[in-house]
């Protein structure tokens, strides 16, 4: 069975930084398809990111150059990291494995003067 198991997230000044991160249990993660996907209330869940088998990334234009992904293969987890926060930005953070249609359980990101 496979279990994606986050940490990380909290709350930050805009311009500020946080990252967070996805243990993924029951599979290789670098033979999986992974992302990030977030959401706020009331609205649907968002792409965000994702990172193929190869390594190749992809972001959705509203984080480029401010987020990146990656992952340990050694620790089996996948990151997202995040930099130069906006107050836009404070959501629910839900990592998803593509290749086995499995989500993480999400974690807050608030980002507030």
């Known amino acids: 069975q496979v279990r994606l198991e986050q940490a990380g997230g909290g709350s930050v000044q805009p311009g500020g930084s946080l990252s967070v991160s996805c243990a993924v249990s029951?599979?290789?993660?670098?033979?999986?398809?992974m992302g990030w996907y977030r959401q706020t209330a009331g609205d649907e869940r968002e792409w965000i990111a994702t990172i193929m088998e190869s390594g190749r990334t992809d972001f959705t234009d509203s984080v480029k150059g401010r987020f990146s992904i990656s992952r340990d293969n050694a620790k089996n987890t996948m990151y997202l990291q995040m930099n130069d926060l906006k107050p836009e930005d404070t959501a629910i953070y839900y990592c998803?494995?593509?290749?086995?249609?499995?989500w993480g359980r999400g974690t807050q990101v608030t980002v507030s003067s």
């Open positions: 029951g599979t290789v993660l670098s033979a999986s398809i």
């Open positions: 998803k494995d593509f290749t086995r249609n499995t």
